[in-house]
């Protein structure tokens, strides 16, 4: 089946630290990769994604790098600020359905 | 541009009784999706819709009901509200075809 694994949270830094979120997937087929945020009290927003293999998604600062070898797509960042404090969810789709399956989700608490 | 919205945000309900969680669209877009978000498990897929009158099971589909007479409009159901559907409900909303799904605020449900 299709699932994705992701590091266990929270992640704590301090500000201009630089950030990896791990997150691996098992999938039939092609997928495509996504990762997602939910700041305090919203939903989630659509962060950055990639189609295909060795494809790089990026977005505010956050790159993710979509590697079949590997079956990973883990999240960077080089200098995190405290308003990147937020949930992450790693997340892949497969078909023309566009019903995404999420990893359980990682917190990242940024302190000044 | 209203996006996506969700009624209620907030909402305390007793054992047994029938609960509808609304969702609403301005997009026009094809597909609907529910999904419910509990800690240690990330979203899991309740049930999707790719088209009015066009509904499919997620994975997490027990003790729920779905309907899409209008493109616009993806009620939720619990039937008989138990304390195992305390959990935070997400609305989605996509053009399909691999293009960006869009995320409601959320329904927090509480069942007592």
């Known amino acids: 089946g299709n699932s994705v694994t992701q590091m266990e949270g929270p992640v704590t830094l301090s500000e201009e630290a630089f950030l990896t979120i791990n997150c691996t997937y098992t999938?039939?087929?092609?997928?495509?990769l996504f990762w997602y945020v939910q700041y305090p009290g919203e939903g989630l927003q659509l962060l950055l994604k990639a189609t295909k293999a060795d494809d790089k998604g990026s977005n505010k600062g956050f790159e993710a790098t979509y590697r079949k070898e590997t079956t990973s797509f883990h999240l960077e960042k080089g200098s995190v600020q405290v308003s990147d404090s937020a949930v992450y969810f790693c997340a892949l789709s497969v078909g023309n359905t566009d019903k995404l399956i999420f990893g359980t989700g990682t917190r990242l608490q940024v302190f000044p | 541009d209203a996006g996506i919205t969700q009624s209620p945000r907030y909402k305390i309900t007793e054992t047994g009784r029938q609960v509808t969680l609304m969702c609403h669209q301005t997009?026009?877009?094809?597909?609907m999706f529910w999904y419910r978000q509990d800690l240690g498990h990330g979203l899991r897929l309740i049930y999707y819709s790719a088209a009015a009158d066009i509904t499919d099971k997620g994975e997490v589909p027990d003790g729920y009901v779905v309907s899409r007479s209008k493109t616009e409009n993806f009620p939720l159901t619990l039937e008989s509200a138990t304390r195992s559907q305390t959990s935070v409900y997400f609305c989605?909303?996509?053009?399909?075809?691999?293009?960006?799904?869009?995320f409601g605020e959320g329904s927090w449900l509480t069942v007592v």
């Open positions: 999938a039939t087929g092609y997928p495509s």
């Open positions: 989605a909303s996509s053009e399909g075809r691999g293009n960006t799904i869009y």
């Open positions: 997009w026009s877009h094809s597909y």
